[in-house]
């Protein structure tokens, strides 16, 4: 989908920067132009571009300065193109080595130009999707097949306000997929192609969270040796999702509020407003009500947040669609582990009888244990061992289980990781090392250890 894809086109030439508009345009793309470097610079503090296409001779600021300035504040999240009258295989070198994603030379063919520009777009697209893994839109296929009734009204909605721009708050027990949802909403709504950027604000202190989501300047605390933008920028034409929203505390509501007002953010130490562009999705497992009558939660950000509400159910009462689940799971794991144990009925039984406290990441993470320490078929003892576990875990009154060595527990999370990221690329070691930011030959080193294939 190229509806939504900017491009920033920088030059100091009317008629490129003209002819390059057309060309775009006619391709499908949002096209802005800008005849001065330190103007594009500043209009990417206020809007987010996925690709720059910028001339290297140009006065005041060459390209690879703009090239370096780019690639210092927003690293990977945006492309850069140099576009030059001359080339030189020098220039080109130092181009791709500060960052750059492609060196073109203006008298050559502009099918070529288009053909780079579809490589940034693709790849983005591929971000996307490994961003789908990231958060486990991998389980939409689950939702999206249920039978049980009150999730298919959850559907429904979901249908309904991804055609829209509206807020979502999404209501649910821990582990009912929310995030899940969220980001199918994003994946079915015009910004799909854009960011899709997820914060859990309960999982960090009132300082950071304020950081994390407006940004700051450099010295604006101790430790800020850098500019650095925030969340809320970060979303910049997609979607922000912020889990735990019943978490935040006072200052952070206010502030957040006063952003949904004027669809503005100050970073941390400015008090210069910067343009933010966001379709917004909360979630919380609080009682938000609750909350508002004894004073711990803004009525006014409340009703901002809430155009419409999505209440998830949890998995005991959805019953019906604990096999798939538990199918769902066992072909991930298989790919994943490179084992294809078998369940017997009387397991499938006992997995859909129980009631799951932590709804389908307790299903997840029980029937990853078993993958793990059963090979062959997997027992109805089996699973009241699993089960029997589960029920002892932290948070419900049992011992935690027994501490895995930092190591082992890294190399799991590896052989996980870039077995999903290579099944993902078709097996291309270029996009695996552009997705997880490693050198191509770390990545080459990490699937000849883990014998990915």
């Given at each position: 989908m190229k509806r939504g894809f900017k491009i920033l086109v920088v030059d100091d030439e009317p008629e490129f920067l003209e002819a390059y508009s057309i060309l775009l345009s006619e391709k499908g793309y949002e096209v802005i132009c800008e005849s001065q470097p330190r103007k594009a610079l500043c209009l990417l503090e206020k809007e987010y571009f996925p690709l720059v296409m910028v001339d290297l001779v140009m006065p005041g600021m060459d390209g690879m300065e703009f090239l370096k300035n780019v690639k210092a504040l927003y690293g990977s999240r945006t492309e850069v193109i140099i576009v030059t009258g001359f080339g030189t295989i020098e220039n080109a070198v130092r181009a791709v080595k500060l960052g750059a994603f492609g060196y073109f030379i203006k008298s050559s063919d502009p099918e070529s130009m288009l053909a780079e520009v579809e490589k940034v777009r693709k790849m983005f697209e591929l971000k996307a999707e490994n961003s789908m893994l990231k958060y486990g839109l991998l389980e939409e296929d689950v939702f999206l097949s249920t039978k049980n009734p009150k999730m298919m009204e959850v559907l429904e909605m979901i249908e309904r306000v991804s055609r829209t721009d509206s807020n979502v708050l999404l209501l649910g027990e821990s582990g009912t997929g929310k995030e899940v949802i969220a980001k199918l909403i994003h994946k079915k709504s015009s910004r799909s192609i854009m960011p899709f950027v997820a914060i859990n604000c309960k999982a960090y202190p009132l300082s950071l969270l304020e950081s994390e989501l407006f940004g700051h300047e450099k010295g604006a605390f101790t430790g800020a040796t850098s500019k650095r933008q925030g969340k809320l920028e970060e979303a910049g034409g997609g979607t922000l999702f912020l889990d735990e929203i019943g978490e935040i505390e006072a200052d952070v509501q206010v502030k957040l509020l006063r952003v949904l007002e004027t669809r503005t953010v100050e970073r941390l130490g400015s008090n210069k407003p910067v343009s933010v562009d966001f379709r917004l999705i909360c979630a919380t497992n609080n009682d938000i009500d609750r909350a508002i009558e004894q004073g711990t939660f803004r009525p006014d950000l409340y009703y901002r947040i809430s155009t419409i509400v999505i209440r998830i159910p949890p998995l005991r009462e959805?019953?019906?669609?604990?096999?798939?689940?538990?199918?769902?799971?066992?072909?991930?794991?298989?790919?994943?582990?490179?084992?294809?144990?078998?369940?017997?009925e009387g397991a499938v039984r006992l997995l859909a009888a129980y009631d799951y406290p932590g709804n389908i990441r307790e299903l997840k993470n029980i029937i990853e244990r078993?993958?793990?320490?059963?090979?062959?078929?997997?027992?109805?003892?089996?699973?009241k061992r699993s089960l029997q576990g589960a029920q002892k875990s932290p948070g419900?009154?049992?011992?935690?289980?027994?501490?895995?060595?930092?190591?082992?527990?890294?190399?799991?999370?590896?052989?996980?990781?870039?077995?999903?990221?290579?099944?993902?690329?078709?097996?291309?070691?270029?996009?695996?090392?552009?997705?997880?930011?490693?050198?191509?030959?770390?990545?080459?080193?990490?699937?000849?250890?883990?014998?990915?294939?």
């Open positions: 959805r019953k019906e669609d604990i096999p798939g689940f538990i199918e769902f799971f066992m072909n991930s794991y298989s790919r994943i582990m490179g084992k294809y144990p078998e369940m017997e078993l993958f793990v320490l059963c090979d062959g078929i997997i027992t109805e003892e089996d699973v419900r009154g049992g011992e935690a289980p027994a501490p895995v060595a930092y190591e082992t527990a890294k190399e799991d999370f590896e052989r996980r990781y870039f077995s999903m990221l290579f099944e993902l690329s078709g097996g291309n070691l270029s996009q695996v090392s552009r997705l997880s930011g490693l050198s191509r030959r770390q990545v080459f080193n990490k699937i000849k250890k883990y014998s990915i294939k």
